[in-house]
């Protein structure tokens, strides 16, 4: 079955503890891309990745991280998380220039 | 002004009746065009793609896009309670490496 996942699906976790979301698609896309969702704000990007090891800035990048050493996942990192990055999020994929499919979302809360 | 607008609503029509949805985008040479539908705490699904001027139906949904005027549109035929939901409008503008636009969404309510 053609999909995004996304791991894990629920995360409660603390102030300044390293964490990693993972995100894989297995339709062979070059694009995958982060989102972030908040209420009365919707989709934002966070960052985005046209093809391996090629990654840039979205609209709300700073406190994330994310690599792309392999075309299939891409990883979102924060590595010392704050409550502002209490959030829902989204990984999505598509082929360039197509409609991208997206990821089940992670619901994170950072206390 | 913003890229994808949309109005944020919330719409709400009676069950049975057509719910009309609009969408417009300021990149003039922009190609694709999406609508994708969102329950809430649920990720966006695709309902609708279309990529030149005119109507585009699939089932009770019909996509029309207007260049001229930037304006895409989704009308949902006889909506049903189960339509309520987040529709969303996805712009794949020109040069863009971002690939889409996201506008804010609009919210639907049917009303049984």
């Known amino acids: 079955e053609a999909q995004v996942t996304q791991n894990p699906r629920y995360l409660i976790t603390v102030t300044g503890k390293k964490l990693t979301v993972t995100c894989s698609q297995n339709m062979n896309h070059e694009y995958m891309s982060w989102y972030r969702q908040d209420p009365g704000l919707g989709l934002r990007q966070i960052y985005y990745s046209m093809n391996v090891e090629v990654t840039d800035k979205g609209d709300v990048p700073e406190g994330y991280k994310v690599s792309r050493k392999e075309k299939r996942n891409f990883p979102l990192i924060l590595e010392s998380p704050s409550p502002n990055q209490t959030s829902l999020y989204f990984c999505?994929?598509?082929?360039?220039?197509?409609?991208?499919?997206f990821g089940p979302g992670t619901r994170l809360t950072v206390t | 002004q913003k890229e994808v607008e949309q109005n944020s609503g919330p719409l709400s029509v009676p069950e049975g009746a057509i719910a009309s949805l609009n969408c417009t985008y300021s990149?003039?040479?922009?190609?694709?065009f999406f609508w994708y539908r969102q329950y809430s705490g649920k990720s966006p699904e695709l309902i609708m793609s279309?990529?030149?001027?005119g109507d585009k139906e699939d089932g009770r949904f019909t996509a029309q896009l207007n260049k001229a005027s930037q304006y895409v549109s989704l009308l949902i035929r006889d909506s049903q309670p189960s339509d309520s939901a987040t529709y969303l409008c996805?712009?794949?503008?020109?040069?863009?490496?971002?690939?889409?636009?996201f506008g804010s969404g609009t919210q639907l309510t049917v009303l049984p």
């Open positions: 996805a712009v794949n503008m020109q040069g863009s490496a971002r690939q889409l636009t």
């Open positions: 999505a994929s598509s082929l360039i220039g197509q409609e991208q499919y």
């Open positions: 990149d003039r040479g922009s190609q694709s």
């Open positions: 279309i990529y030149s001027n």
